[in-house]
């Protein structure tokens, strides 16, 4: 416990890294993941706007690197983020990596939810002269958005579970806290206090995500 006491100012700076990465990734891989699931769906056979060629694009895109493993997709993004924030370690680098990893996974998720809208609600859209555009943001996306908001909740806390791997490259973070100070010091109270941490902030997410979906979903 007095190892803990001596290392309080590195925890909560160590907390704080924790938000800033999550933080940071959710709005790249939200804004990139979301173009990716609206691409998706609205390209599909189908789609409100098909086009089989761009639809193929995207499919291949996700296809290919949703499943590379992040601990892998880390280290070979490295050149990207170099070009693109002109570093390729610390907090930021490490967030980006994220943002980017997981911005696949939600572009599939954003598409599976957007899907799941009853063709019927599309088909009177549609019918009382909708066009593709306002069929997609005034029918489609307001019919899915609870959720929506759950599938954005579940990214969010595989986001902070990202962030422990970030020490990777460099990276701050609790999990980068408890691997330096606590696992590979043997010091378990000094690891169990990152864990607990990272523990209360995914709750306090899916708290929150699940109360603002239900409030949507009951509108």
Do not use: C
């Not at 933080?23 to 939200?30: E, F, P, Q, R, S």
């Not at 986001?159 to 020490?167: H, K, P, S, Y």
């Amino acid at each position: 416990m007095e190892r803990l006491n001596e290392l309080w100012p590195e925890f909560w700076t160590a907390a704080v890294e924790t938000l800033y990465m999550t933080t940071y990734a959710l709005v790249l891989a939200g804004i990139l993941g979301t173009v990716i699931g609206i691409g998706l769906y609205v390209t599909r056979p189908g789609g409100v706007m098909a086009n089989r060629v761009i639809n193929g694009i995207l499919e291949l895109l996700v296809n290919f690197f949703r499943p590379i493993p992040f601990v892998i997709f880390i280290a070979v993004l490295q050149p990207v983020t170099r070009a693109v924030i002109g570093i390729g370690i610390g907090t930021t680098a490490g967030a980006f990596a994220i943002g980017v990893a997981a911005a696949f996974a939600i572009g599939r998720i954003v598409e599976q939810h957007l899907v799941s809208v009853p063709p019927g609600v599309i088909e009177a859209a549609r019918a009382m002269g909708a066009g593709p555009w306002r069929i997609l943001f005034t029918v489609v996306i307001p019919e899915s958005l609870g959720p929506l908001i759950l599938g954005y909740t579940f990214i969010i806390v595989a986001l902070i579970d990202m962030t422990a791997m970030a020490g990777m490259v460099g990276g701050g973070g609790l999990g980068a806290f408890a691997q330096i100070y606590g696992f590979r010091r043997f010091e378990p109270i000094v690891m169990w206090a990152a864990i607990i941490l990272i523990v209360v902030f995914v709750h306090l997410v899916q708290l929150l995500g699940t109360k603002l979906a239900r409030v949507v979903m009951r509108r």
